[in-house]
């Protein structure tokens, strides 16, 4: 089993920004995608950014384009999420995935993870 752990989350204003982190532990050998993901209430949960570990890769969702950046850390087992220019529709819990098998059909949706970690929330205020 992977074990995902997101931190970083929190209270910002309109414009702010923040630096997300995911740690990955347990059976990590094999992991090729991580991404992050996120869910407002009421919505279904969003694609926001996904990194190959083989060559580094990365993939955004329309919203969070030129804004948001991930990044990993093969030797921690980490991958962040840096967000900048929040917007209060950025407003959402923030969820780590991560998959063995990389599908370029499937990355941007949460079927093509196997592994979760619980979120972190990032609250946005005007």
């Known amino acids: 089993q992977v074990q995902l752990v997101e931190s970083g989350g929190g209270l910002v204003q309109v414009g702010g920004s923040l630096r997300l982190s995911c740690e990955a532990s347990g059976r990590t050998l094999g992991i090729t995608t991580m991404a992050w993901f996120r869910q407002a209430p009421g919505n279904e949960r969003e694609f926001v950014a996904a990194?190959?570990?083989?060559?580094?890769?990365?993939y955004y969702g329309d919203s969070v384009k030129g804004r948001f950046t991930i990044s990993g850390d093969d030797a921690k087992n980490t991958v962040y999420l840096q967000v900048n220019s929040l917007k209060p529709e950025d407003t959402a819990v923030y969820y780590c995935?991560?998959?063995?098998?990389?599908?370029?059909?499937?990355?941007?949706?949460?079927?093509?993870?196997?592994?979760w970690g619980q979120g972190t929330q990032v609250t946005v205020t005007s």
């Open positions: 990194i190959r570990r083989s060559d580094g890769s990365t």
């Open positions: 995935a991560a998959t063995r098998i990389f599908y370029s059909s499937t990355y941007a949706y949460a079927v093509g993870y196997n592994y």
